[in-house]
């Protein structure tokens, strides 16, 4: 993993698998524990690795998406941007938030069946514990959309599906409740915005903290291609797998022949090719524009 930059005013607290977090220092050099930049990187995971190559422009465009989704859903849930005015050497790609206690439980909604709740679903009828009906495929529709939460596996380890008995055990009823509505209305919402601009959103992970007030607050990125799978709405046709805005690329080229690469070796994935780099970046970029109506730069 590339090491983290050095920002003038900030001192680097931790690096994930694409993101790096930064403490603001105080005038007396100081971190301050009331904030934290977060930076976006041009780092993409899959299969549970952080790959080597990175996809240019990646940080910037779910920076710039999530700074738009935030203003659509500002009526319905408050988040913890601070500014977006940061270091030259981030410009684009970070933004100051508040520094949060994260809700320590995987905020899932789905509207569509497909991925990990499919398999699910085909083993037991349940997604996270929860019946769905009988006779559906992949991509079927879920009306209404249902909350599925799993747990926040340690890095390189799957997330788990987790009954919302869990969940309550975890938070509390009271609070459990309001993750569950606020995330599945937060997909709704989406979809509202999204679908009559071409793209479907099938399901999408949502974070979320709390301030010390008990307020929940939407954190980190919101309905963008890496955490969330978007459909282009006119190509949509239950019973196979759609086609992707997100980093399906990466994924196909993985498990091809062509890269060599078993996901059951145990062994860090291959180089990206060039091409599979600029679909990949290409495709990140139309999903920003098709939502938004601008042009990335």
Not at 1 to 30: C, I, N, Q, W
Not at 97 to 122: I, N
Not at 134 to 158: M, N, W
Request: charged fraction near 25%.
């Amino acid at each position: 993993m590339t090491s983290a930059l050095e920002l003038p005013g900030f001192t680097h607290v931790y690096s994930g698998k694409v993101r790096d977090l930064y403490a603001p220092l105080d005038d007396s050099g100081a971190p301050r524990t009331d904030q934290v930049l977060l930076v976006a990187s041009d780092r993409i995971s899959a299969y549970d690795h952080v790959l080597s190559t990175p996809i240019p422009d990646k940080g910037k465009v779910l920076t710039q998406l999530s700074l738009w989704w935030f203003e659509q859903l500002e009526s319905l849930v408050p988040n913890q941007i601070v500014s977006t005015d940061v270091p030259d050497a981030v410009a684009g790609r970070a933004v100051l938030v508040e520094k949060l206690d994260m809700v320590p439980v995987e905020c899932v909604a789905r509207a569509y069946l497909t991925g990990g709740g499919l398999s699910e679903y085909e083993a037991t009828g349940t997604v996270s514990g929860l019946k769905l009906p009988t006779g559906l495929v992949d991509a079927s529709r879920i009306e209404p959309a249902v909350f599925t939460p799993s747990t926040k596996a340690p890095a390189g380890e799957h997330d788990q599906p987790m009954p919302f008995e869990d969940v309550v055990a975890e938070v509390g009823a009271d609070r459990a409740a309001e993750l569950r509505d606020l995330t599945v209305r937060i997909l709704e919402r989406g979809n509202e915005i999204a679908a009559p601009r071409g793209i479907l959103i099938a399901d999408t992970k949502v974070e979320f903290g709390i301030r010390p007030d008990g307020t929940v607050v939407l954190a980190d990125e919101v309905l963008t291609p890496d955490s969330s799978r978007f459909w282009p709405a006119a190509g949509w046709e239950p019973g196979h797998r759609q086609a992707s805005y997100d980093k399906q690329f990466v994924r196909d080229w993985l498990t091809s022949a062509a890269s060599g690469w078993s996901k059951e070796s145990g062994e860090e994935p291959p180089a990206l090719p060039d091409e599979v780099v600029e679909q990949t970046r290409a495709k990140y970029v139309e999903a920003y524009e098709v939502l938004t109506g601008r042009t990335f730069a």
